[in-house]
């Protein structure tokens, strides 16, 4: 009996695995865009619970079939239920994301870009530590090069840092930087000991960032950027910025004659459609 039950819950998984694993056919996507105007609410709602979840994994693919079956039908309750599927996956999952690692170093992924004199660092167990307070050193960046041209979209830098209190760490513009720079604008943020400062406009948030992890978010829309700290679903600041970046996203010490010591952590960015744009 009890091989009998483990072999059903082999069963079960497989089942469940195959499920997840299997693409949708294109006539079932058109029968769940049908069922999306369908006379029974019930049957509505769970249409486009349905296209959501297979989006989740296939929103590449499914995109072009959705926008399409937009342009084409005439029925209000379809369409407004497909501009509710595009937009609601566009802003919720990311179309790319990349993770910082020693295996990107090593592939050209992110790239280290160290001044004559650059600070130190050293890499270990997924932990990036950097440390330019023995003497006046200059930056010491790590980046991602974007593609130039590319349309408005939701750009977002994740990171958890620890900034090292000591009393050796000069004042002034020292910090860890968090920096996107697109065809729009350039967006940086200085995580600093006594709060973050966004760079070049002076707003500055106070707060202790020494000797314990901070979750630190950066996202940009267009020109505008907002900076989020630990589990704070509201931004601490919000700016416009205005400009032409260098289409790169980039992290580290990029301070100059100013030393910082600090480690970082679960470094990830991630580039989302903007709901707003037009194809």
Known sequence: ML???????????????????????????????????????????AAEKRLINIAKSEFKQLRV???????????????FRLRSILRTVSTTLPIQQIVFSEAGLKDKTWQL??????????????????????????GLMFMHHLAKGR?????????????????????????????????????AMMIQPDGIFAYRNG????????????????????PIQQFFVD???????????NGTGRHWVSFGDGTSGAGAHAQIQNVKFSRYDSPAEKD
């Open 65 to 79: 079939t959705l926008q399409s079956a937009l342009a084409k039908t005439t029925d209000p309750e379809i369409q």
């Open 203 to 222: 707003f500055k948030h106070k707060m202790d960032t020494t000797d314990r992890w901070h979750h630190y978010r950066m996202m940009v829309d267009g």
């Open 113 to 138: 870009f160290e001044e004559p004199k650059a600070a130190s660092y050293s890499i270990r167990e997924g932990i990036l530590e950097i440390d330019s307070t023995d003497t006046i050193q200059e």
């Open 3 to 45: 091989l009998l039950i483990l072999a059903c819950s082999f069963l079960d998984e497989d089942t469940a695995q195959s499920e997840r694993s299997a693409k949708p056919s294109l006539n079932s996507l058109d029968e769940l865009i049908s069922q999306l105007g369908d006379d029974d609410y019930n049957k509505r709602v």
């Open 231 to 241: 589990d704070m679903r509201k931004p601490v600041i919000v700016l416009r910025r």
């Open 151 to 187: 349309k408005v979209q939701r750009l977002v830098l994740d990171a958890e840092v620890k900034i090292i209190n000591e009393k050796r760490v000069r004042e002034g513009l020292a910090g860890v930087h968090l920096n996107i720079e697109d065809n729009l604008s350039s967006h």
